[in-house]
Protein backbone atom coordinates (compact mmCIF):
# COMPACT_ATOMS: atom_id res chain seq x y z
CA UNK A 1 0.00 0.00 0.00
CA UNK A 2 1.26 3.42 -1.25
CA UNK A 3 2.36 5.32 1.68
CA UNK A 4 1.28 9.87 1.50
CA UNK A 5 4.92 10.23 1.14
CA UNK A 6 4.92 7.72 -1.71
CA UNK A 7 1.99 9.66 -3.25
CA UNK A 8 3.88 12.97 -2.77
CA UNK A 9 6.50 11.91 -5.04
CA UNK A 10 4.47 11.00 -7.26
CA UNK A 11 2.90 14.37 -8.09
CA UNK A 12 4.40 15.89 -11.53
CA UNK A 13 6.16 19.34 -10.89
CA UNK A 14 4.76 22.80 -11.69
CA UNK A 15 7.24 22.38 -15.38
CA UNK A 16 5.63 19.08 -16.04
CA UNK A 17 2.07 20.28 -16.36
CA UNK A 18 3.30 23.36 -17.85
CA UNK A 19 4.71 21.27 -20.62
CA UNK A 20 1.48 19.12 -20.68
CA UNK A 21 -1.14 21.88 -21.18
CA UNK A 22 0.11 24.80 -22.27
CA UNK A 23 -0.37 25.79 -25.88
CA UNK A 24 -0.40 29.13 -27.71
CA UNK A 25 -3.78 30.36 -26.87
CA UNK A 26 -3.00 29.96 -23.21
CA UNK A 27 -0.78 32.51 -21.00
CA UNK A 28 1.91 30.81 -19.13
CA UNK A 29 1.45 32.69 -15.39
CA UNK A 30 -2.11 31.44 -16.08
CA UNK A 31 -1.69 27.31 -16.69
CA UNK A 32 1.36 28.61 -13.76
CA UNK A 33 -1.06 29.46 -11.37
CA UNK A 34 -3.53 26.73 -11.97
CA UNK A 35 -1.35 24.79 -11.88
CA UNK A 36 0.09 25.58 -8.59
CA UNK A 37 -3.34 24.94 -7.54
CA UNK A 38 -4.43 21.83 -8.53
CA UNK A 39 -1.13 20.64 -7.03
CA UNK A 40 -2.26 21.87 -3.64
CA UNK A 41 -5.50 20.26 -4.14
CA UNK A 42 -4.18 17.05 -5.07
CA UNK A 43 -2.03 17.44 -1.71
CA UNK A 44 -4.93 18.05 0.34
CA UNK A 45 -6.32 14.99 -0.61
CA UNK A 46 -4.00 12.80 0.33
CA UNK A 47 -3.54 14.47 3.54
CA UNK A 48 -7.10 13.79 4.07
CA UNK A 49 -6.49 10.25 3.25
CA UNK A 50 -9.09 10.75 0.10
CA UNK A 51 -6.14 10.76 -2.39
CA UNK A 52 -6.98 9.55 -5.92
CA UNK A 53 -5.88 6.27 -7.36
CA UNK A 54 -3.80 8.14 -10.20
CA UNK A 55 -2.65 11.56 -8.45
CA UNK A 56 -0.55 12.44 -11.10
CA UNK A 57 -3.27 12.07 -13.82
CA UNK A 58 -5.67 13.59 -10.86
CA UNK A 59 -3.17 16.75 -11.31
CA UNK A 60 -3.75 17.12 -14.91
CA UNK A 61 -7.15 16.78 -14.94
CA UNK A 62 -7.39 19.37 -11.89
CA UNK A 63 -5.26 21.83 -13.80
CA UNK A 64 -7.42 20.95 -17.14
CA UNK A 65 -10.92 21.66 -15.56
CA UNK A 66 -9.42 24.83 -13.53
CA UNK A 67 -8.67 26.32 -16.75
CA UNK A 68 -11.48 25.64 -19.36
CA UNK A 69 -13.45 26.75 -16.21
CA UNK A 70 -12.14 30.20 -17.15
CA UNK A 71 -12.94 29.87 -20.53
CA UNK A 72 -16.84 29.10 -19.65
CA UNK A 73 -18.73 32.53 -18.87
CA UNK A 74 -20.10 32.88 -15.62
CA UNK A 75 -23.08 34.58 -16.52
CA UNK A 76 -25.24 31.78 -18.85
CA UNK A 77 -28.68 31.38 -20.26
CA UNK A 78 -31.19 29.43 -18.91
CA UNK A 79 -34.87 27.76 -19.52
CA UNK A 80 -37.12 29.53 -17.32
CA UNK A 81 -40.10 26.69 -16.95
CA UNK A 82 -40.64 28.26 -13.05
CA UNK A 83 -43.54 30.16 -14.24
CA UNK A 84 -42.15 33.34 -13.15
CA UNK A 85 -42.70 35.64 -15.57
CA UNK A 86 -40.45 38.61 -14.10
CA UNK A 87 -37.75 36.40 -12.11
CA UNK A 88 -35.40 38.90 -10.37
CA UNK A 89 -32.85 36.05 -10.38
CA UNK A 90 -33.17 35.22 -13.64
CA UNK A 91 -32.56 38.30 -14.85
CA UNK A 92 -36.10 39.73 -14.98
CA UNK A 93 -37.61 40.82 -18.28
CA UNK A 94 -36.15 39.31 -21.17
CA UNK A 95 -35.66 41.75 -24.01
CA UNK A 96 -37.13 42.26 -27.16
CA UNK A 97 -35.85 41.43 -29.94
CA UNK A 98 -35.78 45.57 -31.44
CA UNK A 99 -34.43 45.66 -28.22
CA UNK A 100 -31.45 43.38 -28.45
CA UNK A 101 -30.80 44.22 -31.67
CA UNK A 102 -30.39 48.06 -30.94
CA UNK A 103 -27.86 46.69 -28.10
CA UNK A 104 -25.90 44.78 -30.87
CA UNK A 105 -25.59 47.80 -33.11
CA UNK A 106 -24.69 50.16 -30.10
CA UNK A 107 -22.17 47.99 -28.86
CA UNK A 108 -19.73 47.69 -31.69
CA UNK A 109 -19.03 50.89 -32.75
CA UNK A 110 -19.48 54.39 -31.71
CA UNK A 111 -22.66 56.09 -31.73
CA UNK A 112 -24.10 59.65 -31.02
CA UNK A 113 -24.91 59.14 -27.07
CA UNK A 114 -23.89 62.57 -26.48
CA UNK A 115 -23.22 64.34 -29.77
CA UNK A 116 -26.09 66.46 -31.24
CA UNK A 117 -25.78 65.68 -35.08
CA UNK A 118 -28.04 68.27 -36.43
CA UNK A 119 -25.89 71.03 -34.43
CA UNK A 120 -22.36 69.52 -34.59
CA UNK A 121 -21.85 70.00 -30.93
CA UNK A 122 -21.92 68.20 -28.01
CA UNK A 123 -25.50 67.09 -26.99
CA UNK A 124 -27.32 65.03 -23.93
CA UNK A 125 -28.07 61.43 -23.75
CA UNK A 126 -31.58 62.13 -22.27
CA UNK A 127 -33.19 62.86 -25.70
CA UNK A 128 -32.47 58.94 -26.57
CA UNK A 129 -35.61 57.68 -23.90
CA UNK A 130 -36.63 61.38 -23.27
CA UNK A 131 -39.20 62.26 -26.13
CA UNK A 132 -40.55 58.71 -26.18
CA UNK A 133 -41.34 58.59 -22.34
CA UNK A 134 -42.70 62.12 -22.79
CA UNK A 135 -44.76 61.06 -25.52
CA UNK A 136 -46.13 57.52 -24.05
CA UNK A 137 -46.62 59.32 -20.13
CA UNK A 138 -47.51 62.43 -21.05
CA UNK A 139 -44.86 64.36 -18.85
CA UNK A 140 -40.88 64.58 -19.22
CA UNK A 141 -38.92 62.29 -17.48
CA UNK A 142 -35.31 60.88 -16.80
CA UNK A 143 -33.34 57.86 -17.10
CA UNK A 144 -30.73 56.32 -14.17
CA UNK A 145 -29.31 52.77 -13.42
CA UNK A 146 -32.23 51.57 -11.43
CA UNK A 147 -35.38 52.24 -9.53
CA UNK A 148 -33.56 52.41 -6.01
CA UNK A 149 -31.30 54.86 -7.42
CA UNK A 150 -34.64 57.04 -8.75
CA UNK A 151 -36.49 57.49 -5.70
CA UNK A 152 -32.66 58.03 -3.85
CA UNK A 153 -32.01 60.61 -6.23
CA UNK A 154 -35.65 62.42 -6.21
CA UNK A 155 -35.65 61.86 -2.02
CA UNK A 156 -31.99 63.40 -1.81
CA UNK A 157 -32.61 66.25 -4.10
CA UNK A 158 -36.32 67.50 -2.77
CA UNK A 159 -35.80 66.06 0.43
CA UNK A 160 -32.33 66.41 1.81
CA UNK A 161 -32.17 68.57 5.28
CA UNK A 162 -35.71 68.08 5.51
CA UNK A 163 -38.30 65.72 6.90
CA UNK A 164 -40.49 63.69 4.58
CA UNK A 165 -43.70 61.97 5.57
CA UNK A 166 -44.28 58.02 4.98
CA UNK A 167 -47.34 55.53 5.88
CA UNK A 168 -46.14 53.60 8.26
CA UNK A 169 -47.50 50.65 6.78
CA UNK A 170 -45.34 51.94 3.65
CA UNK A 171 -41.94 51.03 5.44
CA UNK A 172 -41.24 48.17 3.41
CA UNK A 173 -37.91 46.03 2.89
CA UNK A 174 -37.91 44.72 -0.79
CA UNK A 175 -35.25 42.56 -2.60
CA UNK A 176 -32.03 41.66 -0.82
CA UNK A 177 -32.09 43.71 2.24
CA UNK A 178 -33.56 47.25 0.43
CA UNK A 179 -35.69 49.11 3.28
CA UNK A 180 -37.37 52.11 2.64
CA UNK A 181 -35.94 53.93 5.96
CA UNK A 182 -32.67 53.30 5.13
CA UNK A 183 -32.80 54.79 1.47
CA UNK A 184 -34.49 57.84 2.92
CA UNK A 185 -31.83 58.03 5.92
CA UNK A 186 -29.00 57.90 3.01
CA UNK A 187 -30.85 60.61 1.02
CA UNK A 188 -30.33 63.25 3.70
CA UNK A 189 -33.71 63.53 4.44
CA UNK A 190 -35.60 62.55 7.70
CA UNK A 191 -38.78 60.31 8.03
CA UNK A 192 -41.58 60.97 9.65
CA UNK A 193 -43.47 58.30 10.29
CA UNK A 194 -47.77 58.57 10.02
CA UNK A 195 -50.59 56.55 10.55
CA UNK A 196 -50.47 52.82 11.73
CA UNK A 197 -49.32 49.44 10.14
CA UNK A 198 -52.54 48.60 8.55
CA UNK A 199 -54.63 52.14 8.62
CA UNK A 200 -53.49 55.47 7.83
CA UNK A 201 -55.79 58.19 6.92
CA UNK A 202 -55.84 61.42 4.95
CA UNK A 203 -56.21 63.76 8.53
CA UNK A 204 -52.75 61.84 9.47
CA UNK A 205 -50.55 63.42 7.24
CA UNK A 206 -52.11 66.31 6.95
CA UNK A 207 -51.64 66.75 11.26
CA UNK A 208 -48.01 65.50 10.50
CA UNK A 209 -47.12 68.57 7.61
CA UNK A 210 -44.87 71.32 9.53
CA UNK A 211 -42.12 73.81 8.44
CA UNK A 212 -39.49 71.29 7.80
CA UNK A 213 -42.03 68.78 5.53
CA UNK A 214 -40.39 68.76 2.07
CA UNK A 215 -42.17 66.20 0.57
CA UNK A 216 -45.05 63.22 0.67
CA UNK A 217 -43.84 59.91 -0.47
CA UNK A 218 -46.38 57.28 -1.33
CA UNK A 219 -44.82 53.76 -2.06
CA UNK A 220 -46.20 50.89 -4.02
CA UNK A 221 -46.63 47.84 -1.30
CA UNK A 222 -44.24 46.02 -3.45
CA UNK A 223 -43.61 42.40 -1.90
CA UNK A 224 -45.57 41.98 0.72
CA UNK A 225 -49.61 42.59 1.79
CA UNK A 226 -51.51 43.16 4.66
CA UNK A 227 -55.06 41.63 4.69
CA UNK A 228 -58.25 42.63 6.72
CA UNK A 229 -58.70 45.90 8.31
CA UNK A 230 -57.09 48.14 6.02
CA UNK A 231 -56.64 51.72 4.79
CA UNK A 232 -55.04 54.70 3.26
CA UNK A 233 -55.83 57.65 1.27
CA UNK A 234 -57.13 57.50 -2.38
CA UNK A 235 -54.11 58.68 -4.64
CA UNK A 236 -56.23 61.95 -5.68
CA UNK A 237 -57.08 62.94 -1.91
CA UNK A 238 -53.36 63.00 -1.01
CA UNK A 239 -52.14 64.85 -4.75
CA UNK A 240 -54.75 67.61 -3.86
CA UNK A 241 -53.58 67.54 0.01
CA UNK A 242 -49.81 67.83 -1.32
CA UNK A 243 -50.66 70.72 -3.93
CA UNK A 244 -52.82 72.76 -0.96
CA UNK A 245 -49.61 72.87 0.85
CA UNK A 246 -46.97 73.53 -1.49
CA UNK A 247 -45.23 70.08 -1.05
CA UNK A 248 -44.37 67.50 -4.12
CA UNK A 249 -45.82 63.94 -3.76
CA UNK A 250 -43.74 61.38 -4.98
CA UNK A 251 -44.76 57.75 -5.87
CA UNK A 252 -42.54 55.08 -5.90
CA UNK A 253 -44.98 52.46 -8.30
CA UNK A 254 -41.88 49.84 -8.43
CA UNK A 255 -43.15 48.28 -11.38
CA UNK A 256 -43.76 50.77 -13.82
CA UNK A 257 -46.62 49.57 -15.92
CA UNK A 258 -46.96 51.41 -19.09
CA UNK A 259 -50.82 49.87 -19.74
CA UNK A 260 -53.69 48.29 -17.80
CA UNK A 261 -52.82 44.59 -16.66
CA UNK A 262 -56.75 44.29 -15.18
CA UNK A 263 -57.77 42.53 -18.66
CA UNK A 264 -55.31 39.57 -17.62
CA UNK A 265 -56.32 39.11 -14.18
CA UNK A 266 -54.15 41.48 -12.69
CA UNK A 267 -55.44 43.84 -9.93
CA UNK A 268 -53.52 46.54 -8.22
CA UNK A 269 -51.32 47.55 -10.73
CA UNK A 270 -51.90 51.22 -12.42
CA UNK A 271 -50.87 52.18 -15.17
CA UNK A 272 -47.59 55.28 -14.21
CA UNK A 273 -50.11 57.56 -16.63
CA UNK A 274 -53.09 56.71 -13.89
CA UNK A 275 -50.84 58.16 -11.09
CA UNK A 276 -49.47 61.51 -12.57
CA UNK A 277 -53.41 61.85 -14.13
CA UNK A 278 -54.55 61.08 -10.49
CA UNK A 279 -51.66 64.34 -9.31
CA UNK A 280 -48.35 62.95 -8.40
CA UNK A 281 -46.09 65.25 -8.96
CA UNK A 282 -43.14 62.76 -9.49
CA UNK A 283 -43.26 58.62 -10.03
CA UNK A 284 -40.56 56.44 -10.30
CA UNK A 285 -40.55 52.86 -11.68
CA UNK A 286 -38.58 50.22 -12.96
CA UNK A 287 -37.53 49.62 -16.71
CA UNK A 288 -37.19 45.62 -16.35
CA UNK A 289 -40.03 44.72 -14.80
CA UNK A 290 -43.63 45.19 -16.15
CA UNK A 291 -42.51 47.96 -19.09
CA UNK A 292 -40.53 44.66 -19.88
CA UNK A 293 -37.01 46.55 -20.97
CA UNK A 294 -33.44 46.95 -19.76
CA UNK A 295 -32.65 46.95 -15.92
CA UNK A 296 -33.30 50.86 -15.67
CA UNK A 297 -34.96 53.32 -12.90
CA UNK A 298 -37.55 56.37 -14.24
CA UNK A 299 -37.95 59.62 -13.09
CA UNK A 300 -41.17 61.24 -14.55
CA UNK A 301 -43.53 64.09 -13.85
CA UNK A 302 -43.74 67.47 -13.23
CA UNK A 303 -41.16 69.59 -15.95
CA UNK A 304 -39.96 71.65 -12.95
CA UNK A 305 -39.12 68.87 -10.49
CA UNK A 306 -37.80 66.52 -13.10
CA UNK A 307 -34.99 69.42 -14.70
CA UNK A 308 -34.15 70.18 -10.78
CA UNK A 309 -33.60 66.29 -10.55
CA UNK A 310 -31.66 66.40 -13.54
CA UNK A 311 -29.32 69.31 -12.05
CA UNK A 312 -27.77 67.50 -8.98
CA UNK A 313 -24.06 65.93 -9.55
CA UNK A 314 -25.44 62.38 -8.35
CA UNK A 315 -27.40 62.28 -11.86
CA UNK A 316 -24.30 61.92 -13.41
CA UNK A 317 -23.08 59.30 -11.01
CA UNK A 318 -26.28 56.89 -11.26
CA UNK A 319 -26.82 57.99 -15.19
CA UNK A 320 -27.49 54.33 -17.65
CA UNK A 321 -24.63 53.65 -20.46
CA UNK A 322 -25.32 53.96 -24.27
CA UNK A 323 -26.54 50.26 -24.15
CA UNK A 324 -29.05 50.93 -21.56
CA UNK A 325 -30.50 53.66 -23.45
CA UNK A 326 -30.35 51.80 -27.21
CA UNK A 327 -32.25 49.15 -25.20
CA UNK A 328 -35.14 51.12 -23.71
CA UNK A 329 -35.45 53.06 -26.49
CA UNK A 330 -36.22 49.92 -28.18
CA UNK A 331 -38.75 48.78 -25.78
CA UNK A 332 -40.52 52.74 -25.52
CA UNK A 333 -40.71 52.16 -29.39
CA UNK A 334 -42.38 49.35 -29.23
CA UNK A 335 -45.29 51.03 -26.66
CA UNK A 336 -45.47 54.02 -28.82
CA UNK A 337 -46.70 51.68 -31.49
CA UNK A 338 -48.86 49.30 -29.70
CA UNK A 339 -46.62 45.88 -30.20
CA UNK A 340 -47.00 44.79 -26.80
CA UNK A 341 -46.08 40.83 -28.81
CA UNK A 342 -42.82 41.95 -29.24
CA UNK A 343 -41.96 42.54 -25.59
CA UNK A 344 -41.64 39.25 -24.13
CA UNK A 345 -42.52 39.59 -20.92
CA UNK A 346 -46.45 41.03 -21.80
CA UNK A 347 -46.65 38.37 -24.11
CA UNK A 348 -46.28 35.91 -21.55
CA UNK A 349 -48.94 37.57 -19.39
CA UNK A 350 -51.65 37.65 -22.09
CA UNK A 351 -50.90 34.05 -23.16
CA UNK A 352 -54.08 31.91 -22.93
CA UNK A 353 -54.50 28.85 -20.71
CA UNK A 354 -55.53 27.16 -24.16
CA UNK A 355 -52.13 28.05 -26.16
CA UNK A 356 -50.42 27.04 -23.12
CA UNK A 357 -52.07 23.96 -22.51
CA UNK A 358 -51.42 22.49 -26.05
CA UNK A 359 -47.56 22.85 -25.79
CA UNK A 360 -47.70 21.05 -22.41
CA UNK A 361 -49.71 18.58 -24.06
CA UNK A 362 -47.60 18.19 -26.98
CA UNK A 363 -44.59 17.88 -24.57
CA UNK A 364 -46.35 15.23 -22.19
CA UNK A 365 -47.27 12.71 -25.06
CA UNK A 366 -43.62 12.30 -26.42
CA UNK A 367 -42.34 12.13 -22.95
CA UNK A 368 -44.65 8.94 -22.32
CA UNK A 369 -46.32 7.89 -18.64
CA UNK A 370 -44.41 9.75 -16.57
CA UNK A 371 -45.82 13.62 -17.64
CA UNK A 372 -49.09 14.92 -17.11
CA UNK A 373 -50.45 18.45 -17.23
CA UNK A 374 -52.73 19.89 -14.64
CA UNK A 375 -54.18 23.38 -13.89
CA UNK A 376 -51.81 25.95 -11.88
CA UNK A 377 -50.77 29.22 -11.81
CA UNK A 378 -48.01 31.61 -12.96
CA UNK A 379 -46.46 33.73 -10.93
CA UNK A 380 -45.77 37.87 -12.73
CA UNK A 381 -43.33 38.32 -9.74
CA UNK A 382 -40.36 40.86 -9.91
CA UNK A 383 -40.80 42.42 -6.08
CA UNK A 384 -43.59 44.76 -7.12
CA UNK A 385 -46.45 42.52 -7.83
CA UNK A 386 -46.04 40.00 -4.59
CA UNK A 387 -49.48 38.05 -4.99
CA UNK A 388 -50.51 38.14 -8.60
CA UNK A 389 -50.94 35.18 -10.08
CA UNK A 390 -52.15 34.07 -13.66
CA UNK A 391 -54.09 30.63 -14.59
CA UNK A 392 -51.88 28.65 -16.43
CA UNK A 393 -51.39 24.33 -16.96
CA UNK A 394 -48.09 23.12 -15.77
CA UNK A 395 -46.48 20.01 -16.95
CA UNK A 396 -46.28 17.35 -14.12
CA UNK A 397 -43.39 15.02 -13.67
CA UNK A 398 -43.06 11.94 -11.47
CA UNK A 399 -39.88 10.84 -11.96
CA UNK A 400 -39.59 6.55 -12.08
CA UNK A 401 -36.28 5.33 -10.27
CA UNK A 402 -35.10 8.36 -9.17
CA UNK A 403 -36.16 10.90 -6.76
CA UNK A 404 -37.67 14.18 -7.79
CA UNK A 405 -34.82 16.33 -6.17
CA UNK A 406 -32.45 14.61 -8.48
CA UNK A 407 -33.96 15.48 -11.63
CA UNK A 408 -34.54 18.59 -10.59
CA UNK A 409 -30.38 19.25 -9.76
CA UNK A 410 -29.78 17.22 -13.07
CA UNK A 411 -32.22 20.19 -15.06
CA UNK A 412 -30.57 22.77 -12.91
CA UNK A 413 -26.85 21.83 -13.45
CA UNK A 414 -27.29 20.75 -17.13
CA UNK A 415 -26.70 22.64 -20.83
CA UNK A 416 -28.52 24.63 -21.18
CA UNK A 417 -29.68 25.16 -17.40
CA UNK A 418 -33.45 24.43 -16.79
CA UNK A 419 -35.04 26.29 -13.89
CA UNK A 420 -38.09 24.07 -12.83
CA UNK A 421 -40.53 23.77 -9.72
CA UNK A 422 -40.84 21.32 -7.05
CA UNK A 423 -44.26 20.40 -5.39
CA UNK A 424 -46.01 16.96 -3.56
CA UNK A 425 -42.59 15.01 -4.79
CA UNK A 426 -43.66 16.21 -8.72
CA UNK A 427 -41.81 18.42 -11.10
CA UNK A 428 -43.59 21.23 -12.12
CA UNK A 429 -42.45 23.22 -15.48
CA UNK A 430 -44.85 26.17 -16.52
CA UNK A 431 -44.67 26.66 -20.86
CA UNK A 432 -45.77 30.33 -19.89
CA UNK A 433 -42.19 31.45 -19.38
CA UNK A 434 -40.51 29.29 -21.81
CA UNK A 435 -40.31 30.81 -25.30
CA UNK A 436 -41.83 28.06 -28.11
CA UNK A 437 -38.35 27.99 -29.72
CA UNK A 438 -37.28 26.53 -26.87
CA UNK A 439 -39.27 23.50 -26.49
CA UNK A 440 -37.40 21.19 -28.11
CA UNK A 441 -34.17 21.68 -26.33
CA UNK A 442 -36.46 21.48 -22.24
CA UNK A 443 -37.52 18.36 -24.14
CA UNK A 444 -33.44 17.00 -24.89
CA UNK A 445 -33.05 18.37 -21.20
CA UNK A 446 -36.21 16.66 -19.98
CA UNK A 447 -35.22 13.34 -21.62
CA UNK A 448 -31.57 13.94 -20.27
CA UNK A 449 -32.54 14.32 -16.75
CA UNK A 450 -34.96 11.72 -16.94
CA UNK A 451 -32.51 8.87 -17.99
CA UNK A 452 -31.88 5.83 -15.40
CA UNK A 453 -28.10 6.07 -15.42
CA UNK A 454 -25.63 9.02 -17.14
CA UNK A 455 -21.88 9.72 -16.72
Known amino acids: MQTPSDLYRLLPSVDELLSRLRDDSTPH ?83 NLEYDLALGRRGRRDVHAGALLE ?49 LARSGTRLREVGSTNKTRLEDYREAIGPDTRLLLRVHPSNFRIEGFTGRPPLPALAALAAERGLPLVEDLGSG ?52 IRRNPLFRALRADKLIYAALEATLREFLFDNYEAIPALR ?22 CAEVIDGDSLLGGGSTPAQTLPTRLLAIRPAGLSTAAVERRL ?16 LLDLRTVFPDQDAALELALRAALAPARD
Do not use: C
Open 348 to 369: MARLSVEAIDARARALAERLGG
Open 29 to 111: ALVRDEARAALEEVRAAIRSGDAPADVAAAAVEKTRARLEAWRRPSLRPVLNASGVILHTNLGRAPLAASAVEAMARTAGRYS
Open 135 to 183: RILGKPAIVVNNNAAAIYLALQELGAGGETIVSRGELIEIGDGFRIPEI
Open 412 to 427: RTGEPPVLARVADDRL
Open 257 to 308: SLWDLSGQGVADEPPVTASLEAGVSLATFSGDKLLGGPQAGVIAGDPALVAR
